[in-house]
């Protein structure tokens, strides 16, 4: 149960700094 606890919290690490980086190229994009 807590290795699925940490897989969890490893996913949404993951899921956060792909979406920041998302964000991040979009926001140089637009201020181009």
Known sequence: MQ???FYKEY???IY???TYLH???I???ISK
Request: glycine letters at 0%; charged letters at 35%.
């Open 27 to 29: 926001l140089r994009e």
């Open 11 to 13: 996913l949404v690490m």
């Open 23 to 25: 964000i991040d190229k």
């Open 3 to 5: 290795i699925f606890c």
């Open 16 to 18: 956060i700094k792909s």
